[in-house]
């Protein structure tokens, strides 16, 4: 049975328990901070807390999985379980893994992530388009079958990401960049599609003046730094402009630095919740 379309759940979850994603990334540091182990016990308590304070509140739970498969298969293992018990709590599950290959191999990776049958099945997933948008097209055709969405890297917040994603083709007359030029991609993903799109575009929420972009793509923008990278949601309207209202900021270490307390994690994220939702309303 294929689901409801990405875009329109992620509209539903965000209005009805605010627009917020969490990150999962169980990096050995934070381990240690929690008075864990770092290896396959301390993983699955962490992920199991994390799950457990956060899966029945938030919108969206976002594990990055080369924390996970820094562990091998019994990593993966925890991370299948997580994913699970997420889903099962009522979080929609953004995975990011940030995947981008051609032909085949791309169809394989849609297929560990994107097909509803598959152990790691998520209900979005992170994908790098910089062998060609095109190339993306089996994870594309995938997201469309199962009722699963994708969050393209466009405008990323970290600083290397500007040699590829601000330069300009030689091939477009238009003079737009190639972040420019993925978003234009996603626009037409997600044309006709209500209440959202189920294309998303990842776009830092630390890049500031953001209004040479046109970032209403009628989709959903996934954006990282808010928190420990410095980005408040009293940013969220100046960077987004008139798209703010289809961002899911992610917020993971000003979160999770409270576990291991549930009651912690839970007020801790309700908090960037209500902050988050106050300058969506206010803009």
């Not at 182990?37 to 976002?62: P, Q």
């Not at 032909?103 to 997933?125: I, N, Q, V």
Request: with cysteine.
């Amino acid at each position: 049975m294929t689901l409801e379309p990405f875009g329109a759940r992620l509209r539903r979850a965000m209005d009805e328990r605010g627009p917020l994603c969490v990150g999962i990334d169980p990096h050995a540091s934070l381990l240690t901070e929690w008075g864990l182990n770092d290896d396959v016990a301390g993983l699955e308590r962490f992920s199991r807390t994390v799950v457990e304070a956060l899966a029945g509140r938030v919108a969206v739970l976002k594990p990055q999985a080369a924390f996970f498969e820094r562990f091998g298969s019994r990593g993966v293992a925890v991370l299948e379980k997580s994913v699970e018990e997420a889903r099962a709590a009522g979080a929609l599950v953004v995975m990011d893994a940030k995947r981008g290959d051609i032909g085949s191999t791309m169809a394989a990776y849609a297929e560990a992530f994107l097909h509803k049958d598959a152990p790691l099945f998520s209900d979005a997933l992170t994908v790098s388009p910089y062998l060609g948008y095109g190339s993306l097209s089996p994870a594309v055709a995938m997201a469309r079958e199962s009722g699963a969405g994708l969050f393209v890297l466009a405008l990323t917040s970290n600083p290397e990401g500007r040699e590829v994603q601000h330069a300009v083709r030689v091939e477009d007359h238009a003079g737009r960049n190639v972040g420019a030029t993925m978003l234009a991609h996603l626009a037409a993903e997600n044309a006709g599609e209500e209440p959202l799109g189920s294309f998303g575009a990842v776009v830092g929420a630390t890049l500031g003046d953001l209004s040479a972009y046109d970032l209403d793509v009628n989709g959903p923008l996934l954006a990282p730094g808010i928190g420990a990278q410095g980005a408040t949601p009293a940013d969220l309207p100046r960077v987004f402009r008139r798209a703010v209202r289809n961002v899911v900021p992610n917020v993971s270490r000003g979160v999770l630095r409270h576990g291991p307390d549930v009651v912690a994690l839970r007020d801790a994220a309700e908090r960037f919740a209500q902050e988050i939702r106050a300058a969506v309303t206010a803009a």
